[in-house]
């Protein structure tokens, strides 16, 4: 399905003539800049997912061209709708619920075990880098499988299994509302996210499009702050060419033999 891993270097940055690929595998080299940092963080997309089966949002099959998310993914679908948003969120819920974290989220997990320090700051609402171990994560956008109450917000963690509609709020009697950040609405541990990247030392811009605010914008923080940040797509991004390093392939491929090369000589 995917081409065979290949790994490019980045253009347009000041290191990209050190970064000659006739000096070595970027791989190889991106191993190196691992050992020696103290804080690894990674912002990831629904790239990390994609292996374990579960829909990108803009690719060919993404999630947005057969559905628009202005009628499923903000607060005024669920106003006008609460009934159809709630069947595609279920939905979403049961596919994810049938599939597994593939050896990208294991990487992650292995990685965050032997590194100093570790953040991993993901836009993904499936929950899979916990599942495969992960630990320290901020869940940008939420989690499908919480819900929060649309009138007071009080939230309910690990309601495994489709919500029944309509759902109230124990509290208030207020309709009940997956718990994920739409569209047009803040995000509330973004605060919490920029602080953990700002002293990062290395980031990995993982399997994003990087084309939504503010998430987009994080790698960004990162790499002012000094990080050396290296991005892991099949394909180029709108990011790829202000960051220090692009590997090109599936990550499931990719960013296990990173870790394996840094802390097992694989
Ligand atoms: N390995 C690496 N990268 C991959 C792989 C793979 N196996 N498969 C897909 N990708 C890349 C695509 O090339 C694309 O750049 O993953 C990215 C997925 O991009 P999007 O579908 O736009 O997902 P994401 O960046 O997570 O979207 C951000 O948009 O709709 C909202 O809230 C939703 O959190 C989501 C946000």
Redesign the pocket.
């Known amino acids: 399905m995917?081409p065979g891993p290949k790994y490019t270097l980045a253009w347009g940055n000041t290191r990209r003539q050190e970064w000659d690929l006739s000096r070595g595998d970027p791989i190889e080299k991106l191993a190196g800049v691992l050992t020696g940092a103290r804080k690894v963080a990674v912002l990831s997309?629904?790239?990390l997912s994609?292996?374990s089966g579960v829909p990108?949002?803009?690719?060919k099959e993404?999630l947005?061209k057969q559905r628009n998310?202005v009628e499923l993914?903000t607060p005024e679908a669920f106003r006008a709708d609460p009934e159809l948003v709630w069947e595609f969120y279920n939905w979403r819920r049961q596919k994810i619920l049938g599939v597994e974290p593939n050896p990208?989220h294991v990487a992650l997990a292995d990685l965050e075990r032997r590194v100093p320090a570790f953040v991993h700051v993901t836009?993904?609402?499936d929950g899979l880098a916990r599942r495969a171990g992960g630990e320290n994560i901020i869940e940008l956008?939420g989690n499908l499988f919480s819900t929060r109450c649309f009138e007071c917000g009080r939230e309910q963690p690990d309601l495994s299994g489709p919500v029944p509609f309509p759902t109230s709020c124990e509290r208030c009697g207020g309709l009940v509302r997956p718990g994920v950040?739409w569209f047009g609405e803040p995000v509330p541990l973004l605060e919490d996210a920029i602080e953990s990247l700002r002293d990062a030392d290395l980031l990995f811009v993982?399997?994003?499009?990087?084309?939504?605010q503010p998430?987009a914008s994080l790698a960004m923080v990162c790499k002012s702050a000094g990080a050396f940040v290296a991005e892991?797509?099949?394909?180029a991004?709108p990011l790829s060419g202000r960051l220090d390093l692009q590997i090109v392939?599936?990550?499931?491929t990719t960013l296990p033999r990173v870790v394996a090369r840094a802390f097992a000589g694989g």
């Open positions: 995917f997309g629904a790239g994609a292996e990108t949002f803009r690719g993404g947005w998310p993914a990208a836009q993904n609402i956008h950040v993982v399997g994003t499009s990087a084309v939504v998430a892991f797509n099949i394909e991004t392939g599936p990550v499931g």
